[in-house]
């Protein structure tokens, strides 16, 4: 499985991530894709997995496996690479956040995540960060 850059410029593009979304998370509405930057698992030329971060904030906003790929370290693999774009970005941080969800809290506390409580933290919902300065 290999991580590559999405580009979102073709409606194409768009429409398979919103589906790869829906597929994966579907009681979130999907984030466009034109917003933030994304990135594609592949097995071969066929769509695996996604990932998204906010590079803005270096926030990452979205990841998903899809269900026949499960199980193979992809989502570390999404993690890691949008860590590296992080640090060419040269932001200061990398935050996200879990919701019943041990497996994507394992792997990020497996890339050196730690929880924290934001201000207004929501129930049930666990925050994460890494500083990357
Ligand atoms: C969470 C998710 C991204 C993990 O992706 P992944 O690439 O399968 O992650 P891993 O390979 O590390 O596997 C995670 C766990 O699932 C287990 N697993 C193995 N085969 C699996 C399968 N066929 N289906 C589901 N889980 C499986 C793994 O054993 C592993 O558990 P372990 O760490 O205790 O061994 C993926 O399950 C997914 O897309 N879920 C739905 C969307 C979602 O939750 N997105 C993240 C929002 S924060």
Request: a positive charge; aromatic letters at 10%; proline letters at 8%.
């Amino acid at each position: 499985m290999k991580v590559s850059v999405i580009d979102t410029s073709t409606v194409w593009m768009r429409n398979k991530l919103i589906a790869a979304q829906i597929e994966c998370l579907p009681s979130d509405t999907p984030i466009d894709p034109t917003e933030h930057r994304w990135w594609g698992l592949y097995v071969g030329t066929e769509l695996a997995g996604f990932a998204s971060l906010d590079p803005e904030t270096g926030y990452l906003s979205r990841a998903g496996v899809l269900p026949a790929f499960r199980g193979r370290g992809g989502q570390l693999k999404l993690i890691k690479a949008r860590e590296k774009a992080a640090r060419a970005l040269s932001l200061p941080l990398l935050t996200s956040d879990t919701y019943n969800n041990p497996a994507s809290a394992n792997n990020l506390i497996a890339c050196g995540f730690r929880m924290y409580q934001p201000s207004f933290p929501v129930d049930g919902v666990c925050y994460w960060r890494k500083p990357l300065q």
